[in-house]
């Protein structure tokens, strides 16, 4: 066992460390007023490699192993959860497919343009009827016809398509043929047909723009399928197992940085003669929110290892983002309950981060999914 990060680890977090506390954190709260990511950051995201972390370096991208983007992820959590949630969307959901299953047409297409700093990719498979259930809620059709693809249906919930470049489509192409009649597409927003409608207002994440699909006979070549066709439900699962270990990330972020102001608060709010910090039940949720975000961290650390081996790592994942997810959760309200009514207000940063936090629990997977992703790889493990 070796629970040190390696050097490169380390000087990679540190200036990530560094660049997402000058040019992010301070403007969080902005990002949240606004509705609009701080794109003068994001322009400068390419030299850290942010905008591509698993890219391979032949399309610009760092090429990083998963605990290292992991380690990138858990700091643009702690920095903002806006920034953090559509840099994990553009580069776990659009970015991975694409460097997983991508023909190499698709890859210098795309990739190059991805990786920019300029626009952010985004993953469309969730529907007004169907978000868990993808396999038998999934209506929007991909039908040939000639040297095309023609798309009808709509999507909802999805993150980046305002800036993305190609949005990658899970779209129904044999009703008879199960989860074998799937494929991913890759749309480009200016296709005809395709609109791209305002973003949803929500109740936290509010820079990272959330937005509904509607596709009328959308019409994208034949090529446009990622991979092999028939293979689109098979991908879909190993980019949400992956994307698991990015939003476990991202939570330990939102937790930790609600975490760090519940304690800078508690050791200078007093009541009762002394810090609220002297008070033990203090103590108790203070050291409750260490012992947590530090077993999620170990947790989410754990899957994105396995990965880095080549193991499985589907239970790990779902473990980790469940875990984590949950902490974030716990953590956030134990940290407005220490800054009482100061937490309640828009004036200290951890109402936000309690709101931004709410989705983990829903996105890629909600925590009941993750139980029963976690519940079937337990039980089949003793049928053996
Ligand atoms: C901010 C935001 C960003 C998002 N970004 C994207 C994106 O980029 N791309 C994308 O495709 N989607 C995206 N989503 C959608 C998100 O992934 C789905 O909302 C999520 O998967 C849950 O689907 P649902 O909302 O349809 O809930 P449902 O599937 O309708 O579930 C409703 C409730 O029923 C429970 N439930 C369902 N099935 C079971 C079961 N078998 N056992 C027990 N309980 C069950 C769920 O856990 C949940 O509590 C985003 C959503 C939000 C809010």
């Known amino acids: 066992m070796d629970f040190e990060l390696n050097q ?16 992010i954190k301070p403007y969080a709260a902005e990002i949240d007023e606004t509705g609009e990511l701080r794109w003068e950051a994001i322009r400068k995201m390419p030299e850290l490699g942010l905008t591509g972390l698993q890219v391979p370096e032949e399309y610009g991208g760092a090429n990083l192993d998963t605990m290292t983007a992991t380690l990138a992820i858990e ?10 949630l559509s840099l994990a969307a553009h580069n776990g959901l659009c970015c991975s497919p694409i460097t997983n299953w991508g023909s190499q047409a698709q890859k210098e297409r795309y990739l190059p343009k991805l990786i920019s700093g300029d626009c952010l990719g985004s993953l469309a498979l969730t529907e007004p009827g169907a978000g868990s259930d993808l396999a038998g809620g999934v209506q929007t059709a991909g039908v040939k016809e000639g040297d095309s693809w023609i798309i009808d249906g709509s999507k909802a919930w999805i993150t980046n398509p305002k800036y993305a470049p190609v949005i990658v489509t899970l779209v ?30 929500k109740m936290g994440l509010k820079g990272s723009p959330t937005q509904m699909l509607s596709f009328d006979e959308v019409r994208v070549p034949l090529d446009a399928a990622l991979g092999g066709e028939g293979q689109g439900f098979y991908q879909t699962m190993q980019t ?28 200078q709010r007093r009541a009762f003669g002394k810090s609220i910090a002297d008070h033990q039940a203090i103590q108790w949720m203070i050291a409750d929110a260490a012992m947590e975000i530090e077993a999620a961290r170990l947790m989410v650390w754990r899957a994105a290892w396995l990965k880095d081996q080549g193991r499985d790592y589907g239970k790990q994942a779902a473990m980790g983002k469940l875990m984590a997810s949950e902490v974030a959760e716990k953590v956030c309200r134990n940290a407005i309950q220490i800054h009482g009514s100061y937490g309640y207000s828009r004036e200290y940063p951890v109402e936000r981060i309690y709101r931004d936090q709410r989705l983990m629990t829903i996105g890629e997977g909600t925590s009941e999914i993750q139980r029963l992703v976690i519940s079937r790889h337990v039980l089949k493990e003793f049928d053996n």
């Open 172 to 201: 129904r192409t044999d009703k008879q043929a199960g989860t074998k009649g799937f494929s991913l597409l890759l749309v480009e927003p200016k296709s005809e047909g395709l609109t791209i409608h305002p973003p949803e207002k």
């Open 8 to 23: 490169e680890q380390k000087m990679y977090q540190r200036t990530v460390h560094d660049f997402c506390a000058g040019e």
């Open 75 to 84: 700091e643009l959590g702690w920095a903002c959860g806006s920034t953090a």
């Open 240 to 267: 949400l197992d992956s994307g698991r270990i990015s939003i476990g990330a991202l939570s330990v972020g939102l937790a930790r940085a609600a975490f760090e102001e519940a304690v800078k608060y508690a050791k």
